[in-house]
């Protein structure tokens, strides 16, 4: 066949860009901040399907599970599509050089190079269609040592991948029994509130201020994380983090003996990793549609504190104070969490209800005696 200029220019084109898409998004351990990139185009274009048909079922603990699985499903996906681009990239290449094959009963062409490609790239190693020049030969061997790095690439990040989000989980479990569930600010404050439970907060503090630091890292290296969600639907990481910040507000505006200090150091590293997540996806901050903490909430606050012996600092500087904290992270907290259809924790409490570790299926075939015991415990716990 007569060689193809256009055909081969674009082999080329695809295989240099789904390559350099893969490095960037599994080898390459920073943010990339360029707008056109493969991988950011599919996880907009597939999550916005997604999203948009998962809206349609009715149910909500239905719509949640989907949501979940977009996270794992999504990648099997893109490896399938880099695999077809890098398939489609050396087909072309072929049949650019002019389909320089050897093959029985059938004419060459494109179709007849599109089965080697995948048959080479696969390590298949039939042998039905043979290249029989030169360029023919260098491009076979080349897309055998591609496919097999391909492979070498998927068993490599798959696991990076889960344990850079198990390791996320852990602290959001912990926060569990810590700040309720779901986890609100009003409601970590108040659960520390026992003798040393400020040197308590410190240390949780100090946690959380490396938690956010490994969140920055592995999801600005990693952004498919972002839409693994948590194992209970009232939590998540973007509800946790913003807590976090909420608490840190609160501190930061004024709680006699509190850790205002350390509060000042997670609050900084915690805005930072909301705005530059922002960033990689590309959502600006956003105002919110209604007051997360009205003035009748942060009164609700201050008093359910006072008497739990925790003061939190009144008046118009006071309140100035925090509502230029917040200004600082919601909108970008917001934004976030609108595009990754996750709600946001409220500052405290509406009413009472059980924490996860309070609640199990097992619970619906206990006996009377075990449901009491389990709410006076329950009781014990919020008196």
């Not at 695809?14 to 920073?30: M, T």
């Not at 990040?157 to 609100?184: C, H, K």
């Not at 400020?198 to 990693?222: F, G, P, V």
């Not at 805005?271 to 901050?285: E, I, K, M, N, S």
Request: proline share 6%.
């Amino acid at each position: 066949m007569i060689p193809s200029p256009g055909a081969f220019a674009a082999g080329l084109v695809i295989f240099f860009v789904v390559v350099w898409d893969a490095f960037e998004a599994v080898i390459l351990p920073r943010r990339v901040t360029r707008r056109f990139r493969l991988t950011r185009l599919y996880f907009r274009a597939t999550w916005r399907l997604w999203r948009s048909a998962v809206s349609l079922i009715p149910s909500p603990k239905s719509r949640e599970t989907l949501l979940g699985i977009y996270g794992p499903i999504s990648l099997p996906m893109l490896l399938a599509v880099w695999a077809a681009g890098l398939v489609l990239s050396f087909a072309l290449l072929h049949f650019g050089a002019g389909s320089s094959v050897d093959v029985v009963g059938i004419q060459p062409g494109f179709a007849v190079d599109l089965y080697l490609s995948g048959t080479t790239f696969f390590t298949l190693g039939i042998g039905d269609v043979v290249p029989h020049s030169p360029l023919a030969r260098a491009l076979t061997v080349l897309e055998s040592g591609v496919g097999f790095g391909f492979l070498a690439i998927i068993i490599s990040y798959l696991p990076v991948i889960y344990q850079s989000f198990s390791r996320r989980e852990v602290n959001i479990s912990m926060l569990d029994a810590r700040g309720g569930s779901p986890p609100t600010a009003g409601e970590l404050l108040r659960r520390h509130s026992f003798p040393d439970g400020l040197e308590a907060l410190h240390e949780l503090l100090e946690d959380w201020e490396r938690w956010c630091a490994e969140l920055m890292e592995s999801h600005l290296s990693y952004p498919v994380l972002a839409y693994f969600r948590s194992q209970h639907n009232n939590q998540s990481w973007i509800s946790s983090l913003a807590v976090i910040l909420d608490t840190c507000a609160l501190l930061r505006t004024g709680i006699e003996g509190a850790c205002e200090r350390q509060a000042e150091l997670t609050f900084a590293i915690a805005r930072h990793a909301v705005v530059d997540l922002a960033q990689v996806f590309g959502t600006p901050p956003t105002a919110l549609p209604e007051e997360r903490l009205s003035p009748a909430t942060l009164a609700r606050i201050r008093e359910t504190l006072a008497q739990h012996g925790m003061k939190l600092r009144d008046g118009d500087e006071a309140n100035a104070r925090l509502t230029e904290l917040r200004r600082m992270y919601e909108p970008y907290v917001y934004a976030l969490a609108n595009h990754l259809s996750l709600p946001l924790p409220p500052w405290i409490p509406e009413h009472k209800s059980r924490d996860n570790w309070q609640t199990t299926a097992w619970a619906q075939t206990a006996g009377v005696l075990e449901r009491e015991e389990a709410a006076a415990i329950l009781d014990d716990h919020f008196d």
